[in-house]
């Protein structure tokens, strides 16, 4: 029922579309029929076109997202389990943070040229933040109630870490790793307007100079289809991953739990 | 097994730069294999005594020295304690809570035999595998109480364990204390601010009020008491009178 409620907002925004198209409301060369952009979609389906840009742009998505993680994860664990280590980040930082990746486009072309590695750095410069910070808070801001715990039992600082405060900071981590993904996509098509010879984003552009407003619009849905489809099945690989290490995704939360009553 | 001395104990805190003193030269002694309750107003210090006793509590004056075998090996003590709340790790099950403090044990086998002990004695077998939330507030204690026992610690506090349940559960569980302790003789020390409970449980009551020690009240009745026999009656009484007048 989730799922046909959720259909509803895009089927009604497809009838008006068809409906004004129909009727000739709309200029065919602002907005093209869904009819020309399911035609143009086919064409660039069988052509292979589509699928050739998608690729290269979910490779370079895979790549820098992988990147990006090996570096703030630890990071993140190093700086969260040594307490006055974020003293020394947190200006440098809390700058960088606020400066938006598609403001660094230009100089990283000057810098690595319009080749791969300025669209990698700028999908590092969109993920690292949502990733680093989302595991720092995770790890930093845990229940020192169950610390005591293992303070009583005598752990040792590693055993505390691992076995206490890393696995409550798992949640977070998996929003930050979440957040980043869409983050990603986001840069990289901010990236591949710019500068690129090959991806979705490039398609686009190409097409804006074509004047051909149908494969603009078809790269724009693929975008957010492709977005839609990463995001579902990484949420599914999480649910898995917690599931088989006898964990459960939802700990933490009260919704959809059954209550055992004492017998 | 082990018995406490505990001689001048003091401890302060510093809040907006005042000095608060809690602990006012406390000295008691608890005898190896006894079940010693402390009651008081809240705020008098129990807490803190607790905290003190298991390690949580740094900076404070006085000497706290284990009797009873064992004592050359006094840095190996262990002291496990059941806490107000049942803090239990949420991403664990019942089991896996139990077996918590055993994550350095390599012998596997010794895990699920100390485990599954407790669980059995503690009627938890069949919720093994249910995850604290979906357990209730009694059920959760229980499994704080499973696995401070899995610690095999030799002396156990208990900090109102039982202050957040029903009359029902409380009940219940109290009776489970004491068949825990007869059957296990470890040094339990159970703080509570209800004198019903001090007397039900303990074989000698302590009461504090104001960081101190105002009297040591032993409880000659045997198990399971009777809450309204003359003699637990007028125990109570003689506790709730220091109080009150």
């Known amino acids: 029922m989730k799922k046909v409620k959720g259909l509803l907002i895009p089927l009604i925004i497809i009838i008006l579309w068809s409906v004004g198209s129909l009727l000739k409301l709309f200029n065919d060369y602002i907005i093209p029929s869904p009819w020309t952009i399911c035609s143009t979609a086919y064409e660039l389906i069988k052509s292979g076109e589509l699928v050739r840009h998608l690729a290269v742009s979910f490779l370079r998505v895979f790549i820098g997202f992988f990147i990006t993680f090996i570096v703030a994860f630890p990071l993140a664990i190093l700086i969260g389990s040594k307490e006055k280590a974020i003293h020394y980040f947190e200006p440098f930082l809390e700058f960088m943070r606020h400066i938006p990746p598609i403001a660094v486009i230009p100089i990283l072309i000057l810098w690595f040229g319009i080749g791969e590695t300025s669209k990698l750095a700028v999908i590092f410069l969109a993920t690292f933040f949502p990733i680093f910070l989302n595991t720092l808070s995770g790890v930093t801001n845990y229940d020192k109630k169950l610390l005591e715990v293992g303070q009583v039992l005598g752990f040792s600082n590693k055993d505390k870490f691992f076995r206490i405060i890393l696995p409550q900071a798992v949640p977070s981590i998996i929003i930050g790793m979440q957040l980043g993904l869409g983050y990603s996509w986001r840069s990289l098509m901010g990236a591949e307007l710019i500068a690129a010879s090959s991806g979705i984003g490039y398609m686009i552009m190409d097409a804006e100079q074509l004047s051909r407003p149908d494969i603009i619009i078809v790269g724009i849905f693929s975008i957010g289809i492709v977005g839609y489809i990463v995001d579902y099945f990484f949420i599914e690989l999480t649910r898995k991953f917690m599931t088989s290490y006898g964990k459960e995704v939802n700990y933490g939360r009260v919704e959809d739990t059954e209550f055992v009553q004492e017998l | ?245």
């Open chain 2, 1 to 245: 097994m082990a018995g406490l001395k505990i001689q001048n104990l003091c401890k302060s805190f510093d809040i907006n730069d005042k000095k608060i003193n809690v602990l006012n030269n406390l000295n008691m002694s608890i005898q190896d294999g006894s079940f010693v309750t402390i009651v008081g107003k809240s705020g008098c210090g129990k807490t803190t005594f607790l905290r003190i006793l298991c390690g949580l509590e740094k900076q404070w004056s006085g000497s706290i020295e284990f009797t009873g075998s064992l004592q050359e090996n006094n840095s190996k003590r262990k002291i496990g304690i059941v806490f107000q709340e049942p803090r239990l790790m949420p991403w664990l099950t019942v089991e896996q809570n139990m077996a918590f403090p055993l994550i350095k044990e390599k012998d596997k086998n010794l895990v699920y035999g100390k485990v599954h002990k407790h669980l059995k004695m503690l009627g938890l077998e069949s919720f093994k595998d249910a995850y604290p939330h979906q357990i209730s507030g009694g059920m959760a204690q229980r499994v704080a109480l499973g696995r401070t026992l899995c610690y095999d610690s030799e002396i156990i506090l208990m900090d109102e364990p039982l202050g957040a349940l029903d009359a029902f559960n409380r009940r219940k569980l109290q009776k489970e204390f004491i068949n825990i302790f007869l059957e296990n003789k470890k040094t339990i020390i159970f703080v509570t601010h209800d004198v019903d409970e001090a007397v039900y449980l303990g074989e000698k009551v302590i009461v504090m009020d104001k960081g101190s020690i105002v009297k040591e009240v032993p409880v000659n009745l045997e198990y399971d008491r009777d809450f309204n026999s003359r003699e637990f009656l007028k125990i109570r009484e003689d506790i709730l009178n220091i109080f009150f007048i």
